[in-house]
């Protein structure tokens, strides 16, 4: 099968250090290839892939100081996209709706994975309108606030089985704070949490310039008196260390999560998950096998010691049983097959009579013509 990605251009894919969404990418790209498929990556210059890789920016747009406006940056990929289309049975899309307009007419073989929250006043209007465009959620929790529109499935993110070596003998000793500082991931809830229960935090988080202030003003404040170590960003290569030697992750979420690659990060590596009940969470947390959910901060308190107690080699089988990048890819597969299998049969059949006759001519059949599900 013939497939595009095309990834959000803030980060390369896959990121050098924090980035959910072309991390996710990254992982689906190379096992959709590792599987035997034909794969093109619309990703920034800066990305590394196995798959053919049409750049469409010099570098990621977070690090690129220039950069003001990330719009028309990302209309020249989708303008790079269109030019291409016809190349592809399947137009992947991780750009959020952006390119709704532009492939409206294509929608039999255009695959939109919404990546963000949904819960937002300004979306509905304009999901109304395009409520014919085909649809992935990543969490069951993610799409309960859209009606009226075209989900196709749920896909749950998956990471590859080698990504983070599990670690059944962690000597850290300390709770673990991982991914982006913001009033919504609460770290003030993990910083109490921690000192309640009388352990070590560590915090590998990166600042957006949105959330600068709330860290002076709330977060930094806390980090004296000890106990809680700020590390900042890290890369996939210290995240294993990190998170693999930690006795568990706090995940003290104040929003509806959609899915929260930390938490399989750390199942990944056999360490267990305390999280706050909200969005995605019931899903991905099994409560009392790979984690346990609670609902306010005294709750997390008294569940440390269960959570400690957690058989970490159970917690990297689920891992693999349920969130593995394999995983991942096959199930996208199955959505691509069946969206292929939708298109109307005339057009298949035209299309497989232009390909016999330019073959018979000896003359090289359209990519358009030529398309078919393989």
Known sequence: ??????????????????????????????????????????????SITSAELVPCAPRALRLDPDVRDHLPHHMIMLDKVRERADDFDI?????????????????????TTLHGRQDLADHMPFYRRFSDMPLV?????????????????????????????????????????????????????????ARAAGLPLKIAAKVDKVDEAYFQ????????????EFIGEINDNAKGEFLGQAAGLLFPIDWPEPFGLVMIEAMACGTPVLAFRCGSVPEIVEDGLTGRIVSSVDEAVRAVPELLALDRRAIRARF????????????????????????????????????????ANGIEASPAAARKDN
């Open 137 to 193: 959620s990543i969490s069951n929790a993610q799409r309960a606030p859209l009606t009226g529109v075209n989900f196709v499935g749920t896909v749950y993110h998956g990471l590859p089985r080698g990504l983070h070596a599990p670690s059944f003998d962690p000597h850290g000793g300390y709770l673990a704070f991982l991914g982006r500082i913001s009033p919504e991931k609460r770290p003030d809830r993990a910083i109490a949490i």
């Open 91 to 111: 137009l992947h899309f991780h750009v959020d709706y952006l390119h709704f307009p532009l492939f409206r007419s294509e929608r039999g073989r255009t695959l």
């Open 320 to 359: 693999e049983e349920r969130f593995s990048a394999a995983r991942m890819a096959a199930d996208y597969v199955k959505i691509y097959q069946k969206m292929l299998r939708k298109q109307p049969a005339p057009q298949l059949q035209i299309s497989a009579m232009a390909a016999l006759s330019a073959a």
């Open 1 to 46: 099968m013939r497939i595009a990605q095309i990834a959000p251009l803030f980060e390369s894919v896959p990121p050098r250090l924090y980035g959910g969404t072309e991390r996710v990418v990254a992982y689906l790209t190379e096992e959709l290839v590792r599987q035997g498929h034909q794969v093109t990556l619309f990703a920034s210059e800066d």
């Open 217 to 228: 003003n709330v977060i930094a404040p806390m980090l004296g008196g000890g106990g809680v």
